[in-house]
């Protein structure tokens, strides 16, 4: 009896000592091959194992086994594509610019830029075929989100010599997409249901003639707006300023209350209020940080150039630095619905992986 009493402690003792050691090598980010080249712009999950990368020269990649192995699709287009997302494992939709046999654009211009459409790719079968639809603008189209598989929004950016954009929005699933301006370059955004949205960028720093009286443009320093009727009209939103002409890149939200923006120079921003107020977060890097994703209330990552990954367990207020694999810039990063398989992606085909 004394022998298996004291097999059972040793037992017992060896799992208290092994489990953390367990669990911190599953949270270790570490390096996939993508057999991939070419830069990776965004990343998103379909359902836990299905996991979709766009990037440039039309690359699409996917995975079906949350991101162990990866396979190239064909995408159909030779456009530098920076966004994507999908509503379940078969509804997606990706954008970008730069297509070769785009048509000039109908609708908003910058002059000195290629005069070519924006590019919009649907898929209804998880990436097997993708239908190319024109965006009638020469901006950069920088990111998208669906609300539902009829509501979207694309944020487009007229590039730093010209740091203008529109809301651009879609209520037919992608087929047409309607523009109107906002006065400020859109990088990013993110809607936490079909009538209320966040989008974020620069500053407003276009001039025109004559000079709109929107508060739009009135309140210049605004980076971040939103949306309360499925993207009819915006407002700005006053939050701590992060310097001259920095942007924000990213934005997330965990719940309609606790969310998340980060940018420029390391700058973060988080709300615990749905937006109505935003707290500027003591910098952790000077490093641009390109992708933020919030997994729940608590946890989330951040990513950015050089290869930073930071990480806060409290809702966005503290972070800390992530041991990274890579030094290359991530630019895209997305956690799966449980929480539990991270992927970023960025320069030269990088693609680092958290999970087991």
Known sequence: MKY???LLIVICLFIVVMLPLVSAGSTKWKSVKSKNTEDLRAVYFGDVKNVFIVGDKGTILKSTDSGKKWKK??????ATLRGVHFTDKSNGWACGDGDADAPRPRGHVVGGRPMKAGTCLITKDGGKKWTRVWVQMNFDLRSIWMASKKI???CNHGGAGHADGDKVITNDGGKTWAQKRVYRGLNDCYWTSTKVGWAVGSRVSVGFMPTPTSPLYTNKTCRIIYTKDGG???TPVKEPDIGGRNQLRSVWFADKKVGCTVGDAGSILYTTDGGNKWTKCKAVTDKNLYAVCLVDKKKGWA???DGVILKTTDGGKKWKKDKS???ETLYGLHFNKKGKVGIAVGKKGTVVRLGS
């Open 73 to 78: 699709l064909t995408s159909g287009s030779t």
């Open 152 to 154: 979207g929004q694309i």
């Open 4 to 6: 298996i009493t004291g």
């Open 303 to 305: 990513v950015g150039a």
């Open 232 to 234: 009819n009209t915006w």
């Open 325 to 327: 694999p890579t030094k």
